[in-house]
């Protein structure tokens, strides 16, 4: 069974970072891209990066273009979204999900003074 | 930037009956397409990719088609647990984008 678990998500004040991780199991990691959405409180979906099962092909969402920084880890079947220069509209559940298929159940990233 | 456009915003149906929902992208996105259910405090579902190809364990009442811009979910006799929100995604060209969602309710 695939299982995506998130976590590392919490309250940061606008102008901090965070690390993201999305630890990966019952499936070939380094077989897949992986990605990263968010959902902000009562809003849509946003896809905001994937990467691609070596890590060599990245795309990042304008919105967090030279502020996110996806990576992977195949040896430890992790996934790893390091969040620079939060803002407020950074607030949101963010997913872990294995390409667009399968997806955790989210980390909820709290952005506020 | 692909936008994709889903209507109707708001959609009533009695149980039993056939919903239908539509998502537009503004250029052709080909078959790729995929449709979401999403549920209250809940991570998206996925039911179809591929515009057409229900994902594992989706029921049969849960249909997609369409190609290039238009396309469409239906589901086909409607289950008090049909109750969500629902997204289309393309992902033909990134940025990969959602529609706004259509939430389905039971009349």
Known sequence: EVQLLESGGGLVQPGGSLRLSCAASGFTFSSYAMSWVRQAPGKGLEWVSVI?????????????????????????????LQMNSLRV???AV???????????????????? | EIVMTQSPATLSVSPGQRATLSCRASQSVSSD???????PGQAPRLLIYDASTRATGI???FGGSGSGTEFTLTISSLQSEDSAVYYCLQYNNWPW?????TKVEIK
């Open chain 1, 52 to 80: 691609n099962d070596r890590g060599g092909s990245i795309y990042y969402a304008d919105s967090v273009k030279g502020r996110f920084t996806v990576s992977r880890d195949n040896s430890k079947n992790t996934l790893y």
């Open chain 1, 89 to 91: 509209e950074d607030t």
């Open chain 1, 94 to 113: 963010y997913y872990c999900a294995r390409s667009f298929a399968a997806w955790g159940q989210g980390t909820l990233l709290t952005v506020s003074s």
């Open chain 2, 33 to 39: 397409l995929a449709w979401y259910q999403q549920k």
């Open chain 2, 59 to 61: 029921p049969a009442r």
């Open chain 2, 97 to 101: 984008t959602f529609g706004q969602g």
